[in-house]
């Protein structure tokens, strides 16, 4: 082989891979840029799963509260009353819409949502019957101590919104894993269903 063949030869594999080192380093550069936009895919995803929780609990609080300060005999009765008809009303739109898009109706969240708000819907239906009935005196005080062990003793404390909270907050945090289960609190959850009266939570198979 010549010195000018072989010298031809040399070049020509310098400049191969001299060309090479570039694309090389795009291709590494776009696979980075693949995963970084990945992550935040991930954490807009999560940030989103947060907020739609957030709104669905501050909706519930907000009936609980207007439960909670309802006097069904009081002056102002019918006016609490309107206000809590329209606040179940969001409450049920969003668990309808946001949540249940949000997070799939196998999910737990959906489940404990349910049986919160069917927990919410006698307690609401309670104080709209007794306004009906116009009950006074010990009939009304009955009526507001059903509402208050509702609320108190069914829903909040150890029930389906303790359930919720535990349900979004794995949810969001583990994401993009689901959660399909109530794993440790699966004990409470089969608690809230003969409360809600809804059947129990079954996990998928996996």
Request: proline share 4%.
């Amino acid at each position: 082989m010549s010195d000018t063949l072989l010298a031809a030869l040399i070049s020509g594999g310098v400049g191969l891979v001299a060309g090479l080192v570039p694309f090389w380093y795009l291709v590494r550069k776009d696979r980075e840029a693949r995963k970084a936009e990945e992550v935040r895919e991930v954490e807009r995803q999560r940030e989103q799963r947060a907020s739609v929780a957030k709104t669905y609990l501050a909706f519930l609080g907000k009936v609980l509260a207007l439960l909670g300060v309802l006097r069904v005999d009081a002056a102002n009765a019918d006016d609490l009353l309107e206000q809590l008809s329209e606040a179940n009303a969001e409450l049920q739109g969003w668990a309808q819409g946001e949540l249940l898009g949000t997070f799939g109706a196998q999910s737990p969240v959906v489940w404990a949502d349910r049986a919160c708000r069917k927990l919410v819907r006698k307690a609401v239906d309670l104080a709209h019957d007794a306004r009906a009935e116009r009950r006074h005196g010990e009939c009304a005080l009955a009526t507001q101590n059903e509402i208050r062990a509702l609320i108190t003793g069914h829903i909040d404390y150890g029930g389906p919104r303790e359930l919720m909270r535990w349900a979004t907050d794995a949810a969001v945090g583990r994401w993009p894993e689901p959660v399909t289960s109530f794993e440790g609190q699966q004990w409470l959850a089969d608690q809230v269903a003969l409360l809600a009266g809804i059947d129990p939570f079954r996990p998928r198979p996996s």
